[in-house]
């Protein structure tokens, strides 16, 4: 019996992840979710107050897994961490729509600010900065490459919607092959500090 109300609430999770990652937050209603799920009305209140705190646990397992692919990208070391995040991103848009959904939604589920997208992309900006701090070159230098990394991963997450070439690991490379040596000598400065 309790393993099927766990595989009861996983399904439920998916079918709003699904219905999030293909079309739109609204498109997670409470019909559409329980058809999806193959659940019942009942079964959904069973598991959730409201569709909404369903969407708010896309929300957070989205959140624990970007988060986990963002510090293993900057974890790993540089001048690579940022290309080893943006390929991370394109890839988990790519294949976990749970993390595609949950780039849509508030911590509290809805499709209001600041969004999951958000969080990460002042995540990434902050890894860089301090990654970047400590050398030669001027805060404003620091502040640019950190913007140009939000700017390159907010491109891929929001371009990918519609052309999903844009998630593809070659796209990541390629593009950070073009940036690869603004961060290069960035971290020669820091060698030279």
């Known amino acids: ?25 609204a498109d997670a209603g409470l019909v559409n979710i329980c ?14 107050p409201s ?7 896309v929300y957070d397992e989205a959140r624990t897994r970007a988060w986990s692919f963002t510090e293993e990208a900057f974890d790993g070391g540089e001048p690579d961490a940022p290309k080893r995040f ?3 991103l394109g890839a988990a848009m790519g294949n976990e729509k749970v993390v595609r959904a949950g780039m ?15 969080e990460l ?5 902050r890894r860089v900065v301090a990654t970047h701090q400590d050398t ?16 390159v991963a907010a491109g891929i997450e929001s371009l990918g919607r519609s052309d999903p070439a844009w998630w593809e ?21 820091r060698q030279r500090v």
């Open 51 to 57: 569709t909404a705190s369903l969407a708010a646990v």
């Open 169 to 189: 690991g070659k796209t990541s490379t390629r593009l950070w092959e073009t940036m690869r040596p603004l961060f290069e000598s960035a971290a020669l400065d």
């Open 86 to 88: 943006l390929v991370a």
């Open 35 to 48: 058809h999806r799920a193959g659940v019942t009305r009942g079964a959904l209140y069973h598991h959730f």
């Open 104 to 118: 849509q939604l508030a911590s509290d589920g809805s499709d209001g600010r600041p969004c999951l997208r958000d």
């Open 121 to 125: 992309l002042a995540m990434v900006r």
């Open 136 to 151: 030669t070159r001027s805060s404003d230098d620091v502040a640019n490459l950190a913007d140009l990394a939000v700017v």
């Open 1 to 25: 019996m309790k393993q099927r109300s766990s595989q009861t609430r996983q399904a439920l999770v998916r079918a709003t992840a699904e219905l999030i990652a293909d079309g739109r937050v």
